[in-house]
């Protein structure tokens, strides 16, 4: 769609600082500055639809009013899944095989989410030798370390036992794929989407980043082929039974269980094991980055956690299901990701077929849209003060319902992985919500409940809270900021 095009449209155009500005200067405005276009279109057209220019195409913003409706298209109609290959340009990243089968994202929500109090205490176990592994032992005194490095093989290490199983989960050549195809494949998709279109096919074999990611690709075909071909023979002759054997609850088994046709083959089951790393890496590991930097830029919060976990593993039920009763630890998990999400757009879908919603709003078929999420939940109407970092906001909210007659059951409504919340969207709303945001919120509580009993924490010397790197819609941190860390005398997690 040409400039011309784009201002005849019935959508206004945000972000054009002149009337014919050219496309690619429109692009480089949104890789630099998204958040502040939308914003911007947010501010002016709140209850109606807007357009910014992004690479080749445009994205058409919808108001808020239109999330309830637009979260209950069906995929046919809207397809999330082609809206995620679109902005992670799949066919020179490898995400394109999602767009194939929707079978990993039914076992997520199906069978892993299920059971995730069956592989709780696994995940424990395997916690205690991790810390030991990957933290300096600090005797007490100050040590730098790179939190990155260490929630980056936190989250590869834990978030493997339900995606590969115990067969790989520290299998060193898994774990260095898992983490450096994330790494890569989002270096290729930063590159190429400052570039036209018409460029990536040349220019995208010029990227080493590109090439690392088709290696670690072909790296996880030779590794896992073996054990998927073992498993798929095991499905056939009926001996494979992973709901009633918990060393197999982990969705590499569910797939060559589940798998029918095309989707039974090795390679695309060891394809998607890559793909469901990289997602659930990339959410766990940015979140307890930003927490740490959060509550250490604001300590009076640390006490008040810590006294909640010590209340909960003191309490009549024990250290049973805990996550759960964390609200606090839930409500700064909240504010973390309000003020630092992974993307300041959501709720993405590319339109397979024409539809004109209820209030007649026409989107044409191949029309991808989005919801301005980062823009709505620090709208001050739905959030007060959204520049003041107010790690507690949730948890008085809580509280606060608690007092109402026949609210004494909603505490769902304010836990991290909350997904009907209309101002609250990063993990999505309603049935198409991120479907692993329970196991997700489930490490990521695990990792921040042991790491802030056991260590104290501090910017170092002369430094504040690292800044958070934008780049096209996502938000990113530096992989190398250092920090200092301090065991916590006499101070040891139930774990």
């Known amino acids: 769609m040409c400039h011309k095009e784009i201002l005849r ?27 502040k276009v939308v914003n911007q279109g947010y501010q002016k057209f709140r209850t109606r639809a807007f357009q910014v220019v992004r690479g080749e195409g445009n994205l058409i913003v919808l108001p808020n009013s239109l999330v309830e409706e637009l979260a209950t298209l069906p995929s046919t109609v809207a397809s999330p899944h082609g809206a995620l290959e679109h902005d992670l340009l799949g066919s020179y990243t490898g995400l394109d095989v999602i767009l194939e089968s929707r079978l990993h994202h039914s076992i997520v929500q199906r069978r892993l989410t299920p059971r995730l109090g069956l592989i709780t205490p696994r995940l424990e176990k395997e916690l205690i030798p991790l810390f030991e592994e990957l933290l300096p032992p600090s005797k007490g005194e100050w040590i730098e370390f790179q939190p990155y490095q260490v929630f980056c093989q936190l989250a590869a290490r834990l978030t493997a036992h339900a995606i590969v199983g115990p067969a790989f989960c520290n299998d060193p050549v898994w774990l260095d794929i898992a983490i450096n195809y994330t790494e890569n494949l989002f270096k290729t998709i930063v590159v190429l989407r400052l570039l036209p279109s018409w460029t990536h096919s040349v220019v995208s074999r010029l990227l080493p980043s590109y090439w690392k990611c088709q290696g670690y690709i072909r790296s996880s075909k030779v590794l896992l082929g073996p054990k998927i071909r073992e498993l798929l023979g095991r499905s056939e002759d009926g001996s494979l039974a992973p709901d009633s054997n918990e060393d197999e609850f982990n969705v590499l088994t569910w797939l060559a269980f589940l798998a029918k046709g095309s989707e039974r083959k090795p390679d695309n089951i060891a394809h998607t094991e890559v793909l469901l790393s990289l997602a659930s890496i990339h959410t766990t590991l940015l979140r ?17 956690l810590r006294v909640e976990i010590y209340q909960v593993a003191s309490s009549p039920e024990g250290w049973n299901k805990p996550y759960d009763r964390l609200y606090k630890l839930d409500s700064v998990l909240r504010e973390s990701q309000r003020m630092s999400p992974p ?35 620090n709208d001050p109407e739905h ?23 026949g609210n004494s059951n909603n505490s769902k409504e304010f836990q991290f992985s909350y997904a009907n919340d209309p101002n609250v969207l990063n993990f999505g709303y309603g049935k198409y919500a991120c479907p692993g945001r329970f196991f ?38 530096w992989p190398w900021n250092k920090m200092l860390l301090r065991r916590r005398e006499g101070s040891t997690f139930s774990f």
Request: charged share 15%; hydrophobic share 40%; proline share 9%.
């Open 288 to 304: 307890m980055l930003n927490v740490l930097y959060d509550l250490t830029a604001h300590p009076e919060l640390l006490e008040e």
């Open 440 to 477: 997700a919120s489930l490490i990521i509580k695990m990792v921040l409940a042991k790491l802030l009993v056991e260590y104290d924490f501090q910017f170092l010397p002369g430094t504040g809270r690292p800044a958070n790197l934008e780049v096209h819609e996502f938000l990113f941190s």
């Open 9 to 35: 449209g019935k959508h206004p155009l945000v972000g054009s600082p002149l009337f014919l500005t050219p496309r690619f200067i429109l692009n480089l405005i949104f890789a630099s500055r998204a958040s």
């Open 343 to 377: 993307s300041t757009i959501g709720i993405k879908r590319l339109f397979k077929t024409p539809y004109t919603f209820q209030n007649g709003l026409h989107i044409p078929k191949g029309t991808y849209v989005c919801m301005p999420v980062y823009a709505i939940e």
């Open 383 to 405: 959030t007060p003060n959204p520049d003041l970092y107010d790690g507690l906001r949730s948890y008085r909210a809580y509280m606060q319902s608690q007092s109402t007659p």
